[in-house]
């Protein structure tokens, strides 16, 4: 599940002997960049949470008791609400601090793949 970004960081360097200023340059680049980017990705925006409603086809009440403890371990889930409950399906309503990547994320490393299929959110156990 890992993502590779490439990105283009132009330096003007005038000699390549300059050893203090290439070191300079590395550091910048490790500093500014990476560092300002992984922090952009680990974001929690607290102020304006993100909702979803995700659909499981035939679940037993067993296997939904564990699905919603798994909900209640996951960190930026805020709090989560069973909106429709029958033999075929549950519609649970997550609300949750985050991007939806990070929340299919934190649920993939639980064994649950989250999938948008035409608008409609399904989880599955792996």
């Known amino acids: 599940n890992e993502?590779?970004?490439?990105?283009?960081?132009?330096?003007?360097?005038?000699?390549?002997n300059n050893e203090e200023n290439i070191l300079n340059i590395i550091e910048?680049?490790?500093n500014v960049y990476i560092s300002d980017y992984w922090k952009s990705l680990?974001?929690?925006?607290?102020?304006?949470?993100?909702s979803v409603s995700i659909h499981l086809n035939n679940i037993s009440l067993k296997e939904l008791k564990k699905f919603e403890n798994i909900l209640s371990e996951i960190d930026i889930i805020n709090?989560?609400?069973?909106?429709?409950?029958?033999?075929?399906?549950?519609?649970?309503?997550?609300?949750?601090f985050s991007t939806p990547?990070?929340?299919k994320g934190k649920?993939?490393?639980?064994?649950?793949?989250?999938?948008?299929?035409?608008?409609l959110w399904k989880v599955k156990k792996l």
Do not use: M
Request: charged share 25%.
């Open 79 to 96: 709090y989560y609400i069973v909106q429709e409950f029958s033999l075929n399906k549950v519609v649970i309503k997550i609300n949750y």
């Open 107 to 119: 649920l993939l490393e639980k064994n649950y793949l989250l999938n948008n299929d035409t608008g």
């Open 101 to 103: 990547d990070r929340l």
């Open 28 to 30: 910048n680049i490790k």
């Open 42 to 50: 680990n974001t929690i925006d607290f102020t304006s949470p993100l």
């Open 3 to 16: 993502k590779i970004i490439y990105k283009n960081i132009k330096h003007k360097i005038d000699n390549l």
